[in-house]
């Protein structure tokens, strides 16, 4: 009985308040997106966060030459 609305717009740039989640995940999404948009997503969800918030990735590393690696990109969630 939980109300879902489900809106499409870029990962870099939500239309969403500060800390309005108390959980996000993302599914398939990062190997798709060029590198210079993967920092300003991570940027993103950490804005959208509320203090104590959850973030899952589910992901898989790209094989395009010039993509993120999921091993780097666990090193960029780090920072």
């Known amino acids: 009985n939980m109300e879902v609305h489900f809106m ?4 870099e740039e939500m239309d969403f308040p500060d800390r309005h989640f ?6 398939i999404l990062f190997h798709e997106i060029p590198l210079e ?5 991570l940027a993103e969800i950490h804005r ?3 203090p104590a918030g959850t973030y899952t990735m589910w992901d898989f590393a790209s094989a ?4 993120l ?11």
């Open 8 to 11: 499409q717009m870029p990962s």
């Open 22 to 27: 108390d959980m996000i995940v993302s599914h």
């Open 37 to 41: 948009v993967i920092d300003k997503t």
């Open 48 to 50: 959208m966060l509320r």
């Open 64 to 67: 395009e030459p010039g993509k």
């Open 69 to 79: 690696s999921h091993v780097g990109l666990v090193g960029l969630m780090d920072s």
